[in-house]
Structure formats: structure tokens, C-alpha cells
């Protein structure tokens, strides 16, 4: 398992992309700061973002004035892996 994983909010910002598709930068910070129920700065949000595109988990285009960001197959691959392993965790638990 890599690095990006470990990180609870590359993981979370990987999860959303799982389930949106692709999404603006400031939809997508919105959402997981709904999910913290804090505010997040967007030194440290853009930063995981950085981090998941510069090891190809994550790509960004631009569309009109806004960045959209989406997961690529290894970062879809990475998400499934680790869906995978939680179920396997927690398949007796209750």
C-alpha cells in the first residue's frame, strides 16, 4: 500500500473523486469540509492534491476558470484496493 492511502485526507479526497467522478477544486475542498465538519486550509488541501497528482493518483484539466480534478486508473485501482481491504477488516464485526 502507498503513502497516499495512509493519509487520511488523500484517502478522503480519493473517495469523494471515487464517488463524484471528477470535480471542481472548490466543490471538492466543500465536500470535505462538510465531512470534517471544519474548515480546511487550502495550503494543506491544494497540498494533498499536489502530492496525489505528483504520484499519479489523481489528475487535474482546466475548464473554463476552474480546475477539475478526477482520479486516474491507478488512483481508482488504489481506492478499490483499499474498499476492499476495510470490508475484509469488517466483515465479523457486530
Request: contains cysteine; charged residues 35%.
Amino acid at each position: 500500500m502507498t503513502k497516499f492511502i495512509q493519509s487520511g485526507r488523500r484517502r478522503d479526497l480519493c473517495l469523494l473523486l471515487h464517488d463524484a467522478g471528477e470535480l471542481q477544486a472548490q466543490a471538492l475542498k466543500t465536500r470535505l469540509e462538510r465531512h470534517y465538519d471544519e474548515r480546511i486550509e487550502p495550503k494543506s488541501f491544494y497540498g494533498a492534491l499536489d502530492a496525489l497528482e505528483s504520484a499519479g493518483f489523481v489528475e487535474t484539466h482546466t475548464e473554463g476558470l476552474y480546475d477539475v480534478y478526477s482520479l486516474t486508473d491507478a488512483g481508482r485501482a488504489r481506492v478499490d484496493e483499499h474498499v476492499d481491504w476495510v470490508v475484509e477488516r469488517t466483515r465479523d464485526v457486530g
